[in-house]
Structure formats: structure tokens, C-alpha cells
């Protein structure tokens, strides 16, 4: 226990920047970062105004090969393995718009999917020969089966005269919020020859992750979201085998890699040709994406050091907010007489692998119904059409009324709402929550919304 550590819940409030007022339910969607942080960025922004040239062409880039190292030593990747993009959503298009997809293959995604990325794949159709399938299906989810449906998918596809080349998936599925068997299906890719290229937003800081071990293709991972850097910041590993398809970034910039056909370009204004050459063109690439704010990227020391001296350590961070994250679940779900989202296959004193994360999705006492009939054991039915309109008021008046936010949504014939547990909450905070929010069901109810 360092001396500079501070104790998890409402004392570590301290070290953060939200209003008094205000009770941040929902470190998922767009993360934090905590004072010292935000400290060590806006220095690094008062030393790039000071000489812009020396800082954007010199010192910058040391800073960021710092900030790589950092985030490969977290992920258990070598450095030059690792690079920063802006986002998750960034991460996964910049890969899939360098694997240049040729008539006949697919990519196979999953359902629900985060809505970006599955946009991404709808312009990416319109711009190339590629093509999609989806496996569909809706949690809770037994392993087996979702592995069975994957299965089905690509048998199919190729039954098809199709070749899947490459299956995007999530490390934890952010609506509903649960764990992804990730770990099982990069291994599936691994052996029926298909890429995977894994969304793994909510991976960095959040779980244990270990790239070494798990061997995938592609993976990304935003570090503003669980390891506290400021927005955005987030990290793409490419192992060596799979760099080769990589030559250009989103937008094309001073690294491009030509291909062989293609004509000669003007070469790189902000490399000094004198220099010796000590990093890999993969490197290169990602080192400058156009003029940009990249002060988050090299954020990621000063992150590591306040979880580390103020927090104790990525073990302490980690198991806390999943242990959080559960018991908030069980209480909110209490409250409302519901239950939280798991394996609907689980035997008595099992262990819910969808629960293994610091977010949980607990249902509401609201059915949702598509021809008007009710749903079984609904205390309240809505139709379709007037779920969003629904869960758009429980979320405006936790905004507007209650100074908070958590996430409510449909999936399947009920609503759900997702918890985000961190280190600066508490089970309180949640049971605070569930009060809340059995209220406003209690007056959609009564159509008083």
C-alpha cells in the first residue's frame, strides 16, 4: 500500500473532475479521467504551443513511443506491435478498409453488434466487392449455442461459394453490457482460417487481456474508456504476421505504403532523411495521421502511474469495479423485482462468464411487445413504438431531474439498463439508482410519462 494510495468508492471522488452534483453511472459510454491526468495533457499542450515544430516532429514522437510501450506491457504485446487510433470504431474500419476485400468474401459479424461498426460494414459493401453475414441471435445466450450459430453461418457462407475472410466480434458487447466469449472464438478463427478482428472497446483497463496468449488477428481498444486516459485515445494491435496488410491509415497520410503498381509519391515532409530508420514501417504509419490533437495518446504513462500509485495496481482496479459491478447488479435487480442478464444455462454456484466485467445489464419490469399482446410476467407491456419514446424519457429525466445517466434500451421483448461500475462508486450509489428507477416504471405504469 503506497502512501499516495487512495481507498476505492466515495474518497477516491477527490482525485476526479465531475461536478458534486453530479453521480457518474456511466463511465462506459465515454470514459474519465482523473485530475492528474488531465494535468500531465494540458502540459504537454503548453509545451506544443511553446516551439510547434520541434514538439510535433521531434519530441512528440518520442513521447508517443513512451505511451506505446506502456499500453504493450498492459496487453502483453511487443511495442512495435502496438500503435494509437482515435477510437474503437477508427481501429476496426482502418482494418477492414486494408484487408481490400475481393469478389466472394465475407466478413461475418455478430448480432447485436455496436451500431458504428455495423455501419462501417454497410458503407464499406458500398464502397467494395465485400459482402456480410450476421449471426443472429439475442442474449442471454448459452456459449454452446452462440458457438453452434457461428458455426452454421460460415458453413453456410461457404456452402454458398463464398470464403469468410474475416469474423468481427466484441471482448464485451457494449448494449446489452456483457462479457463476449471472445477468448473462444478468436480460437475458432484461428482454426477455420478466418481473421478475427475483435472490438475490444471496453477491454484496456476493464479485464486482463494478454495478446501474447490469445493470438488474435486484429484487436482494438479504447484507452479513454477503463484505463483513464483523457478522449480519445485507443490502441491497435497488429501482430507481425498480419502488418503487411496494413499500408495505409484513415485518412492516408504521410505513411502510406505504396503498393508495387503504384505510382511514386512525394515522401515524407516530417522524416529527416538523415536519421537512422529504427522503427517498422507499421510503426511509421500510425506515427503521424494527419495534423491532430494527439496529447491523449501520450497521456498513457501519466494513466498508468495514478493507477499504479493512487489506485494500487491493475489487479486492485479490475477486481474491484467487476465485484462492484455484480453486487449493483443483484441490488438494482432486487429492487425491481427482476433479474440480471447471465447464461440462461447456469447450474447452481456457477459463475456467470457474461457477468465477468465491470458492466452488468439488469432487466426492467417493462415487456416490450410487437402485435400488442403481453408479455408473460410483464407488470407493464408497451408496444414497440412506444418503447423508444419510453426509454427516451427514463433517460432524459435521470439527465435532467436526477443529475445522473445509465443507458435504457430494448432487446428482445424487454427493456434493459446497463451499469458501469468504477472506482470512485459505491453499492450505495446503485441501490440509490434502483429507487429511481422503479419510480419512473411505476409511472410508465400508470402512462404517466
Not at 496487453?75 to 466472394?104: M, R, S
Not at 481498444?221 to 485507443?234: D, G, V
Not at 435521470?398 to 461500475?421: C, I, N, Q, Y
Request: negative net charge.
Amino acid at each position: 500500500m503506497g502512501s499516495l494510495q487512495t481507498p476505492f468508492g466515495k474518497p477516491m471522488l477527490k482525485q476526479w473532475l465531475f461536478d458534486p452534483s453530479y453521480k457518474n453511472l456511466n463511465h462506459g459510454s465515454f470514459g474519465a479521467h482523473p485530475a492528474a491526468v488531465r494535468d500531465a495533457q494540458r502540459a504537454f499542450l503548453d509545451l506544443a504551443d511553446l516551439r510547434p515544430d520541434p514538439y510535433i516532429r521531434v519530441q512528440h514522437t518520442k513521447l508517443l513511443d513512451e505511451a506505446r510501450g506502456g499500453v504493450a506491457k498492459i496487453l502483453n504485446a511487443a511495442k512495435d506491435e502496438c500503435v494509437f487510433v482515435k477510437n474503437a470504431t477508427t481501429g476496426v474500419a482502418t482494418v477492414l478498409y486494408n484487408l481490400n476485400f475481393q469478389a466472394g468474401e465475407v466478413v461475418v459479424y455478430f448480432e447485436p453488434v455496436y451500431g458504428a461498426v455495423e455501419k462501417g460494414l454497410v458503407s464499406l459493401q458500398e464502397h467494395s466487392a465485400l459482402q456480410t453475414r450476421k449471426v443472429p441471435f439475442q442474449f442471454p445466450i448459452a456459449e454452446s449455442e452462440l458457438e453452434q450459430r457461428f458455426r452454421d453461418v460460415v458453413q453456410k457462407t461457404r456452402a454458398d461459394g463464398l470464403t469468410v475472410r474475416a469474423a468481427v466480434f466484441d471482448a464485451i458487447v457494449s448494449n446489452p453490457g456483457v462479457r463476449f466469449p471472445f477468448e473462444r472464438f478468436t480460437a475458432i478463427c484461428r482454426e477455420e482460417g478466418i481473421l478475427s478482428v475483435i472490438d475490444g472497446a471496453h477491454g484496456i483497463g476493464h479485464i486482463h487481456l494478454d495478446m501474447d496468449k490469445l493470438q488474435p488477428d486484429f484487436f482494438v481498444s479504447n484507452c479513454h474508456k477503463w484505463l483513464y486516459t483523457p478522449r480519445s485515445a485507443a490502441v491497435l494491435y497488429v501482430p507481425k504476421r498480419n502488418q503487411h496488410l496494413m499500408r495505409t491509415t484513415l485518412p492516408t497520410s504521410w505513411g502510406f505504403i505504396p503498393g508495387a503498381d503504384s505510382p511514386s509519391t512525394i515522401a515524407s515532409v516530417l522524416q529527416d532523411a538523415n536519421a537512422v530508420k529504427t522503427k517498422t514501417p507499421f510503426e511509421e504509419l500510425f506515427e503521424f495521421v494527419a495534423t491532430s490533437d494527439d496529447s491523449a495518446y501520450i497521456c498513457v504513462p501519466a494513466a498508468l502511474k495514478f493507477r499504479q500509485e493512487v489506485c494500487g495496481g491493475e489487479d486492485a482496479i479490475i477486481s474491484y469495479c467487476i465485484k462492484l459491478a455484480n453486487e449493483a447488479a443483484d441490488a438494482v435487480a432486487a429492487i425491481l423485482g427482476t433479474d440480471v442478464m447471465q447464461e440462461p444455462d447456469l447450474k447452481p454456484g456457477e459463475t456467470s462468464n457474461m457477468r465477468q466485467c465491470a458492466m452488468t445489464t439488469v432487466r426492467l419490469p417493462i415487456g416490450v411487445s410487437d402485435d400488442g399482446s403481453t408479455v408473460p410476467g410483464a407488470p407493464v407491456t408497451v408496444t414497440s413504438k412506444e418503447a423508444p419514446r419510453v426509454f427516451g424519457w427514463i433517460q432524459t429525466t435521470l439527465m435532467e431531474k436526477h443529475d445522473t445517466f445509465v443507458p435504457v434500451f430494448r432487446h428482445g421483448p424487454w427493456l434493459w439498463t446497463r451499469l458501469s461500475a468504477q472506482i470512485f462508486l459505491e453499492k450505495s450509489d446503485f441501490e440509490w439508482l434502483g429507487g429511481i428507477l422503479r419510480e419512473m416504471c411505476d409511472k410508465v405504469a400508470r402512462k404517466e410519462y
